[in-house]
T-cell receptor, first 113, second 112 residues
Framework: GESVGLHLPTLSVQEGDNSIINCAYS??????FIWYKQESGKGPQFIID?????DKRQGQRVTVLLNKTVKHLSLQIAATQPGDSAVYFC????????????FGAGTRLAVHP | EPEVTQTPSHQVTQMGQEVILRCVPI?????FYWYRQILGQKVEFLVS????????KSEIFDDQFSVERPDGSNFTLKIRSTKLEDSAMYFC??????????FGSGTQLSVL
């Protein structure tokens, strides 16, 4: 998703449904990607990462998919729970130097009972 | 589980004053970072620090900003003369191998 000023795109889902959050990254040379979850008033928390030599990686209830052809990353959350409500950021690291992560704009996930 | 700790959680200051934000990275980590987040916006890179020197900095990190690792445990961000637009949440992060960063809970800086 793209952010517009102070307004984050919001994904609203019912509890128990699967969620898919999308991210378009900018640098075709990036070779490491991370999804972070940020709850209100807290710092970003690591969820899952993937290297550019992979196109899919699974964790507990989460899956990250990487499509390098179109520079697209997605985060799938299975059986979404109220505790999953947060802002989700994708981040990329340029292949030349692992000195920093570059964050995307963020998507707010709202889980309704 | 070890975590990055930041103090204070909130800092209010007058424009033109100096502030120092403090961080204690995870003890065996080697790479240290400062990021900031203006309310409702994305997390922006400020500076990375490795082997007692800055390894990379963004255009935001101008001459008013400096970082220091004064001892084996603390990592500080100093803003020499704060401006209104410096108001943001400042996050410290660390990692043992660069890539997967662990973030602190942040310091909310309000410049009046």
């Amino acid at each position: 998703g793209e952010s517009v000023g102070l307004h984050l795109p919001t994904l609203s889902v019912q509890e128990g449904d699967n969620s898919i959050i999308n991210c378009a990254y900018s640098n075709s040379a990036s070779d490491y990607f991370i999804w972070y979850k940020q709850e209100s008033g807290k710092g970003p928390q690591f969820i899952i990462d993937i290297r550019s030599n992979m196109d899919k990686r699974q964790g507990q209830r989460v899956t990250v998919l990487l499509n390098k052809t179109v520079k697209h990353l997605s985060l799938q959350i299975a059986a979404t729970q109220p505790g999953d409500s947060a802002v989700y950021f994708c981040a990329e690291t340029p292949s030349r130097g692992y000195n920093k992560l570059i964050f995307g704009a963020g998507t707010r996930l709202a889980v309704h009972p | 589980e070890p975590e990055v700790t930041q103090t204070p959680s909130h800092q209010v200051t007058q424009m033109g004053q100096e502030v120092i934000l403090r961080c204690v990275p995870i003890s065996n980590h080697l790479y240290f970072y400062w990021y900031r987040q203006i309310l409702g916006q994305k997390v922006e890179f400020l500076v990375s620090f490795y082997n007692n020197e800055i390894s990379e900095k963004s255009e935001i990190f101008d001459d008013q900003f400096s970082v220091e690792r004064p001892d084996g445990s603390n990592f500080t961000l100093k803003i020499r003369s704060t401006k209104l637009e410096d108001s943001a949440m400042y996050f410290c992060a660390s990692t043992v191998v660069s890539g997967k960063l662990f973030f602190g809970s942040g310091t909310q800086l309000s410049v009046l």
